[in-house]
């Protein structure tokens, strides 16, 4: 069974930093892919970026770009570093995993997922 926890959220001021950590425990595959999510009250889940395993190729949405950087490590651990936090980020952030090298971006096609993260971004 794989699990997913993150950590690394809290409350920050506008153009502040965080950085996420998501650690995964039982994977019993070799090639994965992880992905950041977020979902503020209201809204639909949006993907963030994703990080293949093998070769480390990501993706990120436009909306992050610049700001946001997703990095893996031996451990298969995943990462989120975020600066220049705007107000609009202000979310629950998940970090989920599936069984594939295909980066995709919608949260269905995640398989397992964490409990998620609070990430208050004030004015």
């Known amino acids: 069974q794989v699990q997913l926890v993150e950590s690394g959220g809290g409350f920050v001021q506008t153009g502040g930093s965080l950085r996420l950590a998501c650690a995964a425990s039982?994977?019993?595959?070799?090639?994965?892919?992880t992905a950041w999510f977020r979902q503020a009250p209201g809204k639909e889940r949006e993907f963030i970026a994703a990080i293949t395993w093998t070769g480390g190729r990501t993706n990120y949405a436009d909306s992050v770009k610049g700001r946001f950087t997703i990095s893996r490590d031996s451990a298969k651990n995943t990462y989120l570093q975020m600066t220049s936090l705007k107000p609009e980020d202000t979310s629950m952030y998940y970090c989920?995993?599936?069984?594939?090298?295909?980066?995709?971006?919608?949260?269905?096609?995640?398989?397992?997922w964490g409990q998620g993260t609070q990430v208050t971004v004030s004015s």
């Open positions: 989920a995993t599936v069984n594939s090298m295909m980066i995709r971006t919608t949260s269905s096609a995640y398989t397992y």
């Open positions: 039982g994977r019993p595959f070799s090639e994965y892919t």
